[in-house]
């Protein structure tokens, strides 16, 4: 429970989950390639461990990111896949591009693979998906929030994802282990994310801004700094905490998770001292 949380910061993580039923898993062309990118392979442990450490509040997603991204909105999706198209004459616009390259609300394709499924969803289906696992997740993320802001008068909330090894610039670049999306600063407050990338970085940790991540629908859904509750997405190299084959953790893991527990107490208590002070209102008007 939010109310009981010893620092204003709730850690979600939407993309790791691993929980398929057999009927999504038999649609897929070839599950197991699909299934190991994309998913956010294990950065849920991060998340719990860390959680753990410091009392944030945490919330996971169960569902996988193959059966319903939680990091889009509802309508953004290649129509293409649905049966029947969607309910709107309109079926594409500029606002689901993404969708239409393969990354939308339920993921189509895969570089190095193309199609993930072998045929059509249903509306019905899609529908399902959106009322039993889109929209709680994200009326259960907005309670928590607004709880932890009413008690401490700011809350952050941690997006947490991993991604896939950055490529180095040139031979003697450093790639990024950490990236701290703000939105381009619309999601957050300058402190709290000059915060982040100073403990990051004072932890020996090589940590990026803004590129390639800078945050998507999480972000812009509930980050409200003008009313006290911030968000940042926070994305974890893979290669920090699994194997080399990005599928299985390896005993980096704890160490990870300790970085990230010590990111998530400095912001806490950050958060704290501005919801204290005033600098952050104490409520919506």
């Not at 998906?129 to 997740?137: D, M």
């Not at 970085?201 to 009313?227: E, K, T």
């Not at 994305?235 to 699994?242: A, N």
Request: proline share 6%; aromatic share 4%.
């Amino acid at each position: 429970m939010t109310d009981d949380v010893p620092i204003p910061v709730v850690v979600a993580v939407p993309h790791a989950g691993r929980t398929y039923p057999e009927n999504l898993v038999q649609r897929m062309r070839r599950p197991e390639y699909s299934q190991v990118r994309l998913e956010d392979r294990y950065i849920d442990h991060v998340g719990t461990a860390a959680a753990r450490q410091t009392g944030a509040g945490l919330l996971l997603a169960h569902a996988p990111r193959a059966m319903l991204d939680l990091n889009r909105a509802a309508d953004d999706m290649d129509w293409e896949m649905v049966a029947g198209g969607a309910s709107s004459p309109a079926k594409h616009s500029i606002a689901n591009r993404r969708a239409r390259s393969g990354l939308g609300l339920v993921p189509r394709r895969l570089p190095g693979l193309g199609e993930i499924w072998t045929g059509q969803m249903e509306r019905a289906e899609l529908d399902a998906r959106i009322t039993n696992i889109h929209s709680p997740y994200h009326s259960a993320l907005a309670e928590m929030l607004e709880r932890v802001r009413d008690k401490w008068g700011a809350a952050l909330l941690v997006d947490l994802h991993s991604m896939p090894p950055l490529r180095k610039m040139h031979e003697d670049d450093r790639a990024a282990q950490f990236v701290i999306g703000d939105r381009f600063g619309a999601s957050a407050d300058d402190r709290i994310v000059a915060a982040a990338l100073q403990n990051l970085a004072d932890q020996g940790a090589i940590v990026a801004h803004n590129r390639p991540y800078a945050g998507g629908y999480v972000l812009d859904r509930h980050s409200s700094p003008g009313r006290g509750i911030h968000a940042i997405q926070l994305e974890v190299c893979r290669s920090t905490y699994l194997d080399g084959s990005l599928t299985t953790t390896t005993d980096k893991l704890p160490e990870v998770a300790s970085v990230v527990a010590s990111l998530v107490r400095v912001l806490g208590e950050l958060v704290a001292r501005l919801g204290r002070s005033g600098a952050l209102p104490l409520a919506a008007e």
